[in-house]
C-alpha cells in the first residue's frame, strides 16, 4: 500500500509539473503572437508616389524604402513615380521591414523616324511598324505639295518620342462655280454651251408644256445657285 501511495502521489506531482508546462507554452505562445502582431504594420500604398514622398510616408509606420535600379516603361504612370512594389499595399509587414520599389520610365518612346515626303498611308504603316502612335493629325490644301503628302511632323527625326504629330496637305481644292439659271433657256443650246466647258450635260426627258415653245428648260438639276464642278451631272428637262 505504502508503494502504491508513493507511485500515486508522484503521478500526480508529475502531471502537475506537465500542467504547469503546458500553461507556460500557451502564454509564451501567446504573448509571442501578441507581441508579434504589435510589431507589425500595414504596408501603405505607394503607388504613383515620388521616391521621397513614398520615403516619408513609410518612416512614418516604421518602415524603410528600397529603389530597384531598373525602372519599368509605362503608359499610365509618370515617369519616376512608383508602379510597383513589394509586399504589395494591405499586406502585414514586421517594423523595420525594407519595402522595395520599381519606378516607371514613362511610356515606351522609339526613335521618330523621316516621315516628311511621305504619303499619309505610308507614314502610318511605318509608325505602326516602329510601335508609335499619332498624335494628332493637321490638313491644309496647297498646289505646292503632292496630294496627302505628309509636310511636317512633330517631334523630328532621330528625337525619341511616344507619339507623333503628322501635317498633311490634302491637294488643291476641286474648282467649283455657280449653277445659272436655265429654266426658259433652250435646252439643247444650253446643253452644248455647258459642254463646250468641260461640264457634264444631259437632257433627260420632255413634258408637254401648254404656251411653252418646244425644247425649252421647264426644270433642272441642280438648281440655278448651287455650286457644281466639272464632274458633277447636270440634267435638264425640257417641253415638246
Known sequence: MALRARVWNLG???????????????????????????????????AGLAADRASQVLVNVGLALRV???????????????????????????????????????????????????TERTARIRLAEDGLQIATTSEFRSPEYSPD???AQDPAPSSRAP????????GEAATTYVMPDLIGTNGVSAAETLRIRGFRVTIVGSQPYPGVPPGTVVRQQPAGGFR??????ISLEVSR
Open 12 to 46: 500526480k506531482f508529475l502531471l502537475l509539473i506537465s500542467a504547469l508546462i503546458a500553461t507556460f507554452l500557451l502564454f509564451a505562445l501567446v504573448g509571442m503572437r501578441v507581441a508579434l502582431r504589435a510589431a507589425e504594420v500595414q504596408v501603405p500604398d505607394l
Open 68 to 118: 530597384d535600379p531598373n525602372q519599368r516603361p509605362d503608359e499610365r504612370v509618370p515617369a519616376g513615380r512608383i508602379l510597383q512594389q513589394d509586399p504589395p499595399a494591405g499586406s502585414q509587414a514586421r517594423r523595420q521591414r525594407t519595402i522595395r520599389v520599381w519606378l516607371s520610365s514613362g511610356p515606351r518612346t522609339t526613335i521618330v523616324p523621316t516621315l516628311v515626303g511621305q
Open 149 to 151: 503628302a505628309v509636310v
Open 163 to 170: 507619339q507623333v504629330s503628322l501635317l498633311l496637305n490634302r
Open 228 to 233: 457644281v464642278g466639272p464632274a458633277d451631272p
